[in-house]
């Protein structure tokens, strides 16, 4: 069975970017992710939705700015 629910580290390695970058992402909301206890993961879809975002295909309103932008 697949994995549902993807730590920060395992989706940084699907995305190419560092678990530093994706705890980023989700902190700027760009990057949907749920609490599990203590914890958050990324739910596997929205690796997929991130990226339709970055190719202009997704909804604009969630991306805001470049990458690493505070």
């Not at 990324?42 to 990226?51: G, I, K, M, Q, R």
């Not at 975002?53 to 309103?61: C, D, F, K, M, N």
């Amino acid at each position: 069975m697949d994995k549902l629910l993807l730590t920060a580290e395992e989706a940084g390695e699907v995305l190419s970017l560092s678990r530093t970058v994706v705890y980023e992402l989700m902190a700027k909301g760009l990057l949907e992710s749920v609490a599990v206890g203590r914890s958050r993961r990324v739910p596997v879809e929205a690796l997929s939705a991130f990226v339709q975002v970055l190719r202009g295909l997704g909804p604009p309103q969630q991306v805001s700015g470049r990458l690493g932008e505070g």
